[in-house]
């Protein structure tokens, strides 16, 4: 089993960024593939963007602008999500997700684990 812990939220006006992380410990963080999710105050979950296990295969989200670029270390266990100029709208609670498979998936069902969340608030 795999234990990830997200940080990087915070704060920040529109048209800003932040750099969040999660740091991956346990089992293998290479045999996982990791994703972003995200969710807003009265909104389902939303899916964010995804890396495969050895990063090479990535994918945002159909309503993801390119302001949001995921990467992962896995000498380092960690996997990121840089998100720029961001918007009012992109406020939520971020979570990130493995799955013990090649690569990810944009259903939040198909991740076993989550950590448990990192706030990002952007105001206008």
């Known amino acids: 089993q795999v234990q990830l812990v997200e940080s990087g939220g915070g704060l920040v006006q529109a048209g800003g960024s932040l750099r969040l992380s999660c740091a991956a410990s346990?089992?293998?963080?290479?045999?996982?593939?990791m994703g972003w999710l995200r969710q807003a105050p009265g909104k389902d979950r939303e899916f964010v963007a995804t890396t495969s296990r050895t990063g090479t295969s990535n994918y945002r989200g159909d309503s993801i602008e390119v302001r949001f670029t995921i990467s992962r270390d896995n000498a380092k266990n960690t996997v990121y999500l840089q998100m720029n100029s961001l918007k009012p709208e992109d406020t939520a609670v971020y979570y990130c997700?493995?799955?013990?498979?090649?690569?990810?998936?944009?259903?939040?069902?198909?991740?076993?684990?989550w950590g448990q969340g990192t706030q990002v608030t952007v105001s206008s």
């Open positions: 346990g089992r293998t963080f290479s045999g996982y593939a």
């Open positions: 997700a493995a799955a013990l498979t090649s690569a990810g998936s944009r259903d939040p069902n198909r991740y076993p684990y």
